[in-house]
Every structure is written in C-alpha cells, then in structure tokens.
C-alpha cells in the first residue's frame, strides 16, 4: 500500500510541474508576439518639391507620433530624399 501511494504522490508533483511549466510558457509568448504600430497615436504624409528653382529635388515621407492620448513619447520620421545633379 506504502508502495502505492509513494507512485500517486510522485504522480501529482509531475503533473503540478508540468501545469506550472504550461502556464509560464504561456505569459512568455504574449511577449514574443510582434507589437503592430505600437501606441501610434497620428500619422501625417508629406511631400516638398522644388518647383520655384525649376530642379528636380525632392522629399517625400511620413510622420509618425507616438504617445498616449495627448502625451507624445516619440516622433518618428521616414523620409526619401531625390536630389537633382544640378542642384
């Protein structure tokens, strides 16, 4: 009977290590999922040319504001660059 019991108690603490290993590897996988946009909070796309020089310079890209509510953490700005040979 002694026998018995040793087996059902190992049996439990296998069964409570594994539960407690499912249940941390669940918490650590919400934290390798990739965070799409973040707290993006607004975005503005803009555009300058050069149009009054007669060159072909010019700039394009986007904003991107980063923040809670109306707290701005960070600015972010992306931008592609054309400059005329001439200018």
Do not use: C, R
């Amino acid at each position: 009977m002694k026998k018995n019991s040793k087996y059902l108690i190992l049996l439990f603490m296998f069964i409570l290590i594994v539960f407690i290993l499912l249940f941390l590897n669940t918490n650590k996988n919400e934290a390798n999922e990739p965070v799409v946009n973040g707290k993006i909070i607004h975005v503005k796309n803009f555009d300058l040319d050069a149009k009054s020089t007669n060159l072909k310079t010019m700039t394009e890209g986007s904003i991107f504001v980063e923040g809670e509510q109306e707290h701005i953490d960070h600015i972010k700005i992306v931008a592609h660059v054309k400059i005329d040979p001439a200018d």
